[in-house]
């Protein structure tokens, strides 16, 4: 079973000031799935909180997926790719560059997406937007991806 942990990253959310719709999605994704949620946080737009949560969850070998959702724009306090490099042992670009693609489809701005995705250990670690529909894409995309990255992952390289 894929274990997925999911990092809203947002200061209103984290404020209590706006609802978390696309943690409801990212949720409902992964049990759509029959996956493990195996943690939820929301926090602050703040580099280092971000940082420090993704390290602990990859360090710990507590998800084998580990989505943050928001702070991927041009914002002043979009601060998530920044936070997330520090962690990212390696890079996945491949995986950033098909969810902007698929974004790209509906969006003309999803070019102004700055998320990363990387690997820590044995966790594949992806940042997508905040907003709910630009979640829903990802996750599309995502769900062909995570099953065979979390084999890899985890040490299933053979190949038939």
Same mark, same amino acid.
Not at 33 to 56: C, Q, Y
Not at 66 to 87: C, M, N, Y
């Given at each position: 079973? #894929?274990?997925?942990?999911?990092?809203?990253?947002?200061?209103?959310?984290? =404020?209590?000031?706006?609802?978390?719709?696309?943690?409801?999605?990212?949720?409902?994704?992964? *049990?759509?799935? %029959?996956?493990?949620?195996?943690?939820?946080?929301?926090? +602050?737009?703040? *580099?280092?909180? !971000?940082?420090?949560?993704?390290?602990?969850?990859?360090?710990?070998? *507590? *998800?084998?997926? #580990? !989505?943050?959702?928001? %702070?991927?724009?041009?914002?002043?306090?979009?601060?998530? +790719?920044?936070?997330? =490099?520090?962690?990212?042992?390696?890079?996945? +670009?491949?995986?950033?560059?098909?969810?902007?693609?698929? %974004?790209?489809?509906?969006?003309?701005?999803?070019?102004?997406?700055?998320?990363?995705?990387?690997?820590?250990?044995?966790?594949? #670690?992806?940042?997508? +937007?905040?907003?709910?529909?630009?979640?829903?894409?990802?996750?599309?995309?995502?769900?062909? !991806?995570?099953?065979?990255? =979390?084999?890899?992952?985890?040490?299933?390289?053979?190949?038939?």
């Amino acid at each position: 079973m #894929i274990r997925v942990a999911v990092l809203t990253v947002s200061d209103g959310v984290a =404020a209590g000031v706006r609802r978390d719709t696309s943690a409801d999605a990212a949720v409902g994704w992964v *049990a759509h799935h %029959g996956w493990s949620l195996v943690e939820h946080r929301i926090v +602050p737009d703040e *580099a280092a909180v !971000i940082t420090a949560a993704l390290a602990e969850w990859a360090d710990r070998g *507590a *998800a084998d997926l #580990i !989505i943050t959702l928001g %702070g991927t724009g041009f914002g002043p306090r979009d601060v998530t +790719p920044e936070a997330t =490099a520090p962690v990212i042992e390696r890079q996945a +670009p491949g995986v950033a560059e098909a969810l902007r693609a698929a %974004g790209n489809e509906t969006t003309r701005f999803a070019a102004l997406g700055r998320g990363l995705a990387g690997i820590r250990g044995k966790a594949l #670690i992806v940042n997508l +937007p905040g907003s709910e529909n630009a979640v829903r894409q990802g996750l599309a995309v995502l769900e062909e !991806i995570v099953p065979h990255a =979390a084999e890899l992952l985890g040490g299933r390289t053979e190949h038939s």
